[in-house]
């Protein structure tokens, strides 16, 4: 432990630098500022009484463990939670997120942090969503006797429980209560490594999405803007990603004219959104912001400088090109598949199970460059056959997925009603 409490100070250290030039790591540092006065008076003024306490990583965990969290306030409305976000992203979407009685940031993974946040919060059990293995705070929560739970767990050969260095790991594993998993690889990892506590349940992202479609958001602004018009949605999208689809977009529209295409940038500060902007109109390609809401969309291109609206969005798309896949990874591909979008990627999408589903699927394509774009798009576009069998093949795909939450809920409620 005492290389792991090394790199966690240096860590730190190095976020201390970076946060005088990084708002982000400025975010991650100040929100942190005085956590225990400020989580000591929160408890006491909520009266919070043996709360569950869920932890996420970022904005993509929180999605995870939502499920779990709504089905527990609704068969237990009286229980308390709190939420902790390890990543500003997660957090300041998420802050006001009515179904949790507390939401702050987990404190820095030291031994005096993950002992003095315990004491003050006393959570009945703890809850951890898909792969956040923070060593202090997790044999501070066996040392107290905390059930404790991993949910939407994914094991993977290049992570540290199978390297040589992965002793403590390996060792935080036999602390969970019970491990929830993804699939049944993760199963058999974890059974290579003498952990017996895993149980299939699937993924609860299944169930998010499925949630979100069966109430979607209605954006009269985007319906306004598609008309019913084919509609090309790129969904978290990256500079590169852009630079492909607009290139692609130009030769599509040569034999189809009316085709119009949303852009929903993953980053959409003012600085990202005037590049977009200038790419567009570098190729003389009109278009219109979400933000400036207008009547009259005369132009076949919008860019969405809004959070929290794309899982709608795509309630009134075609086709989905997913952002990230020629950079750190592809952005989620199940909101868009639930609403039956075929959907288009870049070729880093290893780490995503589902990615690879899709492909075999036949509602999955993968794309190199902009010329293989160019020509996938074509494909589903001059084939209504296979645009409608990818459909179908995508919205099925999601439902028969679906239900991890209830078989979680199902071995829980044990623990809840203790």
Known sequence: ??????????????????????PKAKKWIDGRKNWQNDLSKKVNSLKMMNPIWFHCASLGEFEQGRPVIEKIKQLYPNQKVIITFFSPSGYDVQK????????????????????????????????????????????????????????????????????????????VLNFYTTIYTQ???????????????????????????????????????????????????????????EDYLIESYIQIIKLHPSIKLIFAPHEIHSKNISRLKNQLSKHNLNFHL????????????????????????????????????????????????????????GPNFKKFNEAFEAIDLNFGFVINNKDDLTNQLNKLINNPNL????????????VNKSGATIKILNNLSSFIEN
């Open 290 to 345: 979400f933000s400036e809401k207008t009547d009259n969309y005369k132009h076949p291109i919008l860019i969405v400088d809004s959070i929290g609206l794309l899982s709608s969005i795509y309630q009134y798309g075609h086709i989905a090109f997913i952002g990230g896949g020629f950079t750190n990874g592809i952005h989620n591909i199940l909101e868009p598949t639930v609403f039956g979008l075929p959907v288009i990627f």
């Open 183 to 241: 699939d049944k690889q993760s199963l058999i990892l974890l059974h290579k490594l003498q952990i017996t506590s895993g149980i299939l349940s699937g993924d609860t992202r299944f169930d998010r999405v499925m949630q979100i479609c069966s109430a979607p958001k209605k954006l009269n602004e985007i319906q306004n803007f598609t008309n019913h018009s084919f509609t090309i949605i790129a969904g978290s999208s990256w500079p590169i990603d």
């Open 96 to 171: 006001n997120y009515p179904l949790a009685d507390l939401i702050i940031y987990l404190p820095l993974d030291t031994p005096q942090n993950a002992n003095l946040f315990l004491s003050i919060v006393k959570p009945k059990m703890a809850i951890f969503i898909k792969y956040e293995f923070w060593l202090n705070f997790l044999f501070e929560i066996k040392k107290n006797n905390i059930p404790l739970f991993l949910i939407s767990a994914v094991i993977k050969k290049h992570q540290p429980f199978f390297k040589w260095y992965g002793n403590n790991f390996r060792k």
């Open 387 to 398: 645009l409608s069998q990818s459909s179908i093949m995508a919205r099925d795909y999601v």
């Open 1 to 22: 432990m005492i290389v792991y409490n090394i790199g966690i100070y240096t860590f730190y250290l190095v976020l201390k630098i970076s946060s005088y030039f990084n």
